[in-house]
């Protein structure tokens, strides 16, 4: 739960940032990699892991992949859309383990996440407001590298949190650099003009979501089974709205409250099934 609270923090935080200043997107993407090396880089040093390769294409998925569709489409795309979208990570990376690491959905898990996916579009959707455009196509780009990536982390025993988080910021900073020297431009006006906002969405997204929220999601992962743990997900949403209107001056319509009350027990009912996988994470 606290993981989807910063992570729905950061829809806000990265739509202020990206929607309404000059900043860009792979800009944002390197500064915040930047930060949590300066937290995180003293891991790097540590032994490396037995499946390296296969956590740094983890790393790949869910750090310059994921962040370079989602930062782009978040220029365009709205805070609240992109939370509804985020959500086809659920039945995306379910159906991947299903068939990538042989587990199993059971029929009222099944029906939870169904009637739990009802409420996130209850609580968002507004009649044309979802029309189809460039930042969603961004969007959607993004969960498909974040479910392919978080399928894969069942496939990485025994690796320490912080030597992945550590690893992923090196990737996002090397690719995320390398595509803001090569498609981006004015990014030392950028850093006169808009420095506050690239700081304050880089260091919330470095602080609680890189080296806090993903590590401990990546612990997660390894000690529950896929299907179980990012059906949670689910919350961000709900976070992202409550955020959006204490801090964007959002309404609070009727429909969001609904989509809540399908959403908490749905929630419920996931979390409190299925069985720890024999992974023990110390």
Request: aromatic share 14%.
């Amino acid at each position: 739960m606290i993981c989807c609270l910063f992570w729905g923090g950061n829809f806000v935080m990265a739509a202020w940032a990206l929607g309404g200043t000059s900043v860009p997107p792979f800009m944002l993407a390197t500064a915040r990699a930047a930060l949590v090396l300066l937290l995180m880089g003293v891991f790097l040093f540590s032994p490396l892991p037995k499946q390296f390769w296969r956590m740094m294409f983890v790393c790949l998925c869910v750090g310059p992949l994921h962040l370079g569709f989602l930062y782009t489409g978040l220029q365009t795309a709205s805070a609240s859309a992109t939370s509804i979208l985020s959500q086809s990570m659920i039945p995306m990376a379910t159906i991947l383990s299903v068939f990538w690491l042989k587990e199993s959905v059971g029929w009222k898990r099944g029906l939870a996440i169904a009637v739990a996916m009802v409420g996130v579009f209850v609580m968002i959707y507004e009649p044309g407001a979802l029309r189809p455009d460039i930042g969603l196509v961004y969007i959607m780009g993004a969960y498909v590298a974040m479910a392919v990536g978080t399928v894969a982390m069942r496939r990485v025993p025994d690796v320490d949190w912080r030597v992945y988080v550590a690893w992923t910021a090196v990737i996002v900073f090397l690719f995320g650099g390398l595509a803001s020297f090569l498609f981006e431009s004015g990014q030392v006006q950028v850093w006169e003009v808009d420095k506050v906002p690239l700081l304050i969405a880089a260091g919330y997204a470095a602080l609680c979501v890189s080296v806090f929220a993903h590590g401990q999601y990546f612990r997660l992962l390894q000690a529950y089974p896929v299907n179980r743990v990012v059906p949670l997900g689910i919350m961000t949403t709900v976070f992202a709205t409550v955020l959006g209107v204490a801090l964007l001056d959002e309404t609070l319509y009727p429909r969001y409250i609904f989509g809540a009350l399908l959403i908490l027990p749905c929630v419920w009912v996931i979390a409190r099934r299925g069985t720890p996988a024999p992974l023990d994470v110390d």
